[in-house]
């Protein structure tokens, strides 16, 4: 019996989900989480969106987290569902996502008891499935104790949001419906403030620097968005009239539409022009980079260090010096004010600013090309679009793409992992219900995780999706070819049927040229539903980018082991 001040451990759970903004949660039931969603449910505020497996409910969880800025839920069960997620879970930590991950456990008395028990690996640890999640997450807790239920939650969700990672919560199922505290008030707050007196030394070391410099540029990288960065770093761009440009796992994230916008800077790559702009200047402020090899072709796109300035989400490395505890978007926001404004970058660029080559549509009956996909993809971009590109010649497509002022763009560029964005397109499409997502998605990522269109269905969100039917994998055909790289063709499109059943309102077809392109434009723009295309593109035919990239990123990959 609750009483006016205790409440069950699944309903204090709810309630600081809601509280910190959720409105839905992903899930797949099991019976170590029966008795907890039966609290979830009690909710009114909170709705189910129940997935088809447990990584896509993670994938979900992931979009949910893009579309809001802020944190979602995904409830599992032990182990059997636990271990599906776990790989959605670590692309969420890699992409800085705050993930609230919450598995049932074992009963508590089962340990006591020595019991052995199903869903398990057959061996007496009760632990597992959080020492697993604890290399994935900020934190992983198990609730055993309902008094200690308060706390260890409170305490995840404030990692989470505090520091934009997945967090592990494990309620063991009969503490579910256990009597604990109710949720008292509280903040959550986000990342914490920096040190002032380092934010200070940061900001004036730095001003100093860029107002000495002869042709700065400025580069906007992937964790301006986590680190709720975005706007600060508009206001720099506008304060120091530099040239600009985007990381391609930050593409998007800076106005494409910005009269100092050059593109993306990804070393051989990377938009004309831009790369010899920022490899030429004197000193370069990358706001929240990642420079990894995918980021940086196979580190070809080498940065000097001498000319760079990064600001991270916690410090500010300059050449020779570094400034701690200081976060990116009070350091951004204080900068841009002490800015003197220099246009010798964006003046050099306008002089080498090459226009993107005109590519005029052909015949109605001409076999269909990746180009002319990419250019009807174009000409569908609103300020309300999002376009989620999956991994794959995706990326590439996705990235040549001129984003209207508004439209977002998603790519799971740290992780890659393959699948991702038919889960993520059904969290974002849940999560950001003023868009009418546009997915770019290939063959072979689409067979890991194609049954979430069944969930897309069952929920009629209206995203429009690409698949690219290009007989394979063909990325990988471009690192490393081998028979390993061939997949078995599927009637994708007759999916949406199968999906449908009765009650769907799913619809489908089939594109093989550039007329049959059009009409099934047309029609998925005035279906009121999932619409969902299947285009049918040659193996080879895949952009020059991902030929150039993929050789870079091979010759990276095959460097031989060093011997003594
Ligand atoms: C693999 C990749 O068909 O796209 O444009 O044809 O390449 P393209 P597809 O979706 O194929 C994807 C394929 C197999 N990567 O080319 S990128 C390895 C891989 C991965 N993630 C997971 N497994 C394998 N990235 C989960
Ligand atoms: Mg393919």
Not at 61 to 71: E, M, N
Not at 543 to 564: D, F, I, Q, Y
């Amino acid at each position: 019996m609750t009483d006016h001040c205790t409440t069950t451990v699944g309903s204090y759970l709810a309630d600081r989900l809601e509280e910190i903004g959720l409105k839905h949660y992903f899930a797949v039931p099991g019976d170590y989480n029966l008795v907890l969603l039966d609290r979830i449910l009690e909710n009114k505020n909170l709705e189910m969106i129940s997935c088809c497996n447990e990584l896509n409910a993670g994938y979900a969880a992931d979009g949910y987290a893009r579309a809001t800025g802020g944190a979602s839920a995904v409830f599992v069960t032990y182990s059997v569902g636990g271990l599906s997620l776990l790989n959605a879970v670590a692309g969420a930590y890699a992409e800085d996502l705050p993930v609230i991950a919450v598995s049932g456990g074992p009963n508590t008395n089962s340990e006591a008891e020595f019991e052995m028990l199903h869903h398990t690996l057959g061996k007496l640890d009760y632990d597992y499935q959080r020492d697993i999640f604890s290399k994935v997450t900020a934190e992983a807790v198990t609730i055993r104790d309902p008094h200690e239920a308060p706390t260890k939650i409170d305490h995840a969700i404030q990692t989470a949001l505090r520091f934009r990672k997945p967090v592990y919560i494990e309620i063991a199922c009969n503490i579910a419906d256990a009597i604990t505290s109710k949720p008292n008030v509280r903040s959550f707050g986000g990342p914490t403030a920096s040190d002032p007196v380092s934010l200070q030394a940061a900001v004036d070391h730095v001003a100093n620097l860029l107002n000495n410099a002869a042709k700065p540029v400025l580069v906007s990288g992937v964790k301006l968005r986590s680190f709720g960065a975005e706007e600060n770093f508009h206001k720099l761009a506008d304060a120091s009239g530099y040239a600009i440009a985007s990381m391609p796992n930050a593409k998007g994230f800076f106005d494409e539409q910005h009269p100092n916008y050059m593109g993306i800077y990804w070393g051989p790559v990377g938009s004309p022009g831009c790369g010899e702009i920022v490899d030429s200047s004197d000193l370069c402020l990358f706001a929240g980079p990642t420079f990894t090899d995918y980021t940086t072709t196979g580190h070809a796109a080498l940065v000097d260090p001498s000319k760079v300035i990064q600001a991270r989400p916690n410090s500010v490395v300059c050449p020779n010096q570094t400034f701690s505890n200081v976060k990116l978007s009070e350091f951004l926001e204080q900068l841009a004010p002490r800015i003197t404004a220099n246009d010798a970058s964006m003046v050099a660029y306008k002089r080498i600013q090459e226009d993107p080559p005109a590519l005029s549509a052909g015949a109605p009956e001409t076999p269909l090309s990746t180009r002319q996909l990419v250019s009807r993809v174009q000409q569908m971009l609103t300020a309300d679009s999002a376009v989620i590109a999956e991994t794959g010649d995706s990326w590439f497509n996705g990235m040549q793409l001129n984003l209207p002022t508004g439209s977002r763009f998603e790519i799971q560029m740290q992780y890659g992992s393959i699948g991702w964005s038919v889960g993520a397109l059904l969290g974002y499409c849940i999560g950001a219900p003023e868009r009418r997502p546009i997915a770019l998605i290939g063959d072979g990522s689409f067979q890991l995780t194609a049954q979430e269109i069944s969930t897309i269905i069952r929920y009629n969100l209206n995203p429009i999706i690409f698949l690219i039917n290009n007989g394979g994998y063909t990325i990988e055909v471009e690192i490393h070819d081998g028979p390993y790289n061939n997949i078995k063709n599927w009637n994708y499109a007759d999916l949406v049927h199968v999906f449908n059943a009765a009650d769907g309102n799913g619809w489908s077809g089939k594109a093989a040229t550039e007329g049959e392109l059009d009409e099934a434009i047309k029609t998925a723009k005035s279906h009121n539903g999932p619409a969902f295309i299947e285009v049918l593109i040659d193996r080879d035919d895949c952009s020059k980018n991902l030929l150039v990239w993929g050789s870079h990123v091979a010759k990276n990959n095959g460097r031989p082991p060093r011997v003594n």
